[in-house]
Structures are given as structure tokens and as C-alpha cells.
């Protein structure tokens, strides 16, 4: 089961020290795309993302976790046209990453608004491909 969820609807809340830090395109090899990252000023933390193909614009943009290590790697791999990796900094519990993401995807938080700059106008999350792994 894929639950979309519309980018759209971020608010613009109380202006923070938290942005984008890296907006930078990407194309070596078979990974062509950009790389995005983020610094949350409320945690003090960075998140980010691998956007492979071209997701501006685009409806249902699909979106996993992986390794931050791996992220290029994974990129790499990727056979949709189109694609959002969020890079999880310790991949040690996989699925608890994906329940974050799921949950600032809902609820909203520093992952909801990096992809925000995207361009996608949504994004999908799989569910099940959690529990299937």
C-alpha cells in the first residue's frame, strides 16, 4: 500500500536558522539528479537527499531510506524514472527510519520540508516495503 503525501501544504512557520544548505545537481555515471541537504536548527541536525531523474513538477514521486553511505550508490540502482532517497545517517534499524520518515511525511518536520524544495508537487511512501524486507 503507497500513502501520497501533498508538498504543497508546508506552511511557512516561524522563521528559523533551518534551511536548505546544498542545493547541487548531480551526474556521473548512471546517477543523474540533484543532491539536496538540510540543517535543522531545532535539533541541530542535517538531513539529506538523492532526487534521481527529474522530479520537478512531478505527482507521486516515490521515496525510501537508505544508508547515507550508500546513497549514491543506491541512486545508481534505481530503476524508476524518477526517485527520492533520504539518506538515514545509522541504517543500524532500517525500519525505524522508515517510521520516521513516514511520520514527518504526515506530520511534518525537517524531512517534510527539504523535499519541499524538490519541486515534486507529491510524494509516495511504500508502505509494505518495510514489513517485506
Not at 58 to 66: A, E, L, M, N, Q
Not at 99 to 112: A, I, K
Amino acid at each position: 500500500m503507497t500513502l501520497p503525501h501533498c508538498l504543497r501544504a508546508v506552511a511557512a512557520g516561524t522563521p528559523t536558522q533551518s534551511g536548505l544548505t546544498l542545493d547541487h545537481r548531480v551526474a556521473s555515471g548512471t546517477v543523474r539528479g540533484r543532491l539536496l541537504a538540510y540543517h535543522d536548527a531545532d535539533d541541530d541536525a542535517d538531513y539529506v537527499a538523492l532526487l534521481v531523474g527529474d522530479v520537478a513538477g512531478s505527482d507521486d514521486v516515490p521515496v525510501r531510506v537508505v544508508d547515507e553511505e550508500r546513497l549514491l550508490v543506491e541512486g545508481a540502482r534505481s530503476t524508476e524514472p524518477a526517485e527520492i532517497l533520504v539518506g538515514a545517517p545509522d541504517a543500524r534499524d532500517p525500519d525505524a527510519e522508515q517510521r520516521e520518515l513516514d511520520r514527518q511525511l504526515c506530520l511534518g518536520g525537517p524531512v517534510r520540508s527539504m523535499l519541499a524544495h524538490s519541486g515534486a508537487r507529491s510524494v509516495t511512501v511504500d508502505w509494505c516495503a518495510v514489513a517485506a524486507a
